[in-house]
């Protein structure tokens, strides 16, 4: 369905791809132990341990800005920049398919 890139700080990169199942960002790094996106909350939008910055050549196609609830999320999680998002609100199809981004805690 889509392949993630998962941009760490030295530079080194995290390629997982999301086979045939439909899941979000924040899960599918949890399932490939992508370092710096914990999800301790489980996806419930109830902590920003996935807070991830979107790659500015993918922040359009990712979708609409943050909802309400998780542009007050975001204000808590620290370093929150234009291209932040919760890595557990975007959820991954074939046109997010090559998406980079990188985890805000790693």
């Known amino acids: 369905m889509a392949v993630v890139t998962y ?29 710096g996106i914990p999800g301790d909350c489980g996806g419930f939008m109830a902590c920003a341990t996935c807070h991830v910055y979107i790659a500015p050549e993918w922040r359009e196609a990712v979708g609409p800005p943050a909802s309400e609830e998780e542009d007050e999320m ?32 790693a």
């Open 74 to 105: 975001l204000d808590l999680a620290g370093e929150r920049r234009p291209e932040s998002r919760l890595g557990c609100q975007i959820w991954l199809d074939k046109h997010l398919d090559g998406l980079r981004l990188r985890p805000a805690n």
């Open 7 to 35: 941009i760490l700080p030295d530079g080194a990169e995290i390629n997982a791809d999301t086979g045939r199942t439909r899941e979000n960002v924040m899960t599918l790094a949890r399932r490939e132990g992508v370092p």
